[in-house]
């Protein structure tokens, strides 16, 4: 029986028996040092990708977020005060 990849009885690629794969693969060939360079690599690699902002963009969402802010503090302050004034009037 076969699929669109070819055919499943018989795997494509088969490992020869003769070597023995190592436990962790290309990492175990590597010491402390090598596998934290690679880390470091790694991380500036992924941050090359990143789609910075523009700083129209940067101040923007930093004044979006500083108003939203203030927005929450003034309704937790009065929610606050209110709940304040309940319990005075509640217990005395």
Known sequence: MTDAVGSIDKPDAEAPESKKARKGGKRGKKGPFGRLALFYRQIVAELR?????TRNQLTTYTTVVIVFVIIMIGLVTVIDYGFSHAVKYIFG
């Open 49 to 53: 990708k990143v789609v910075w902002p």
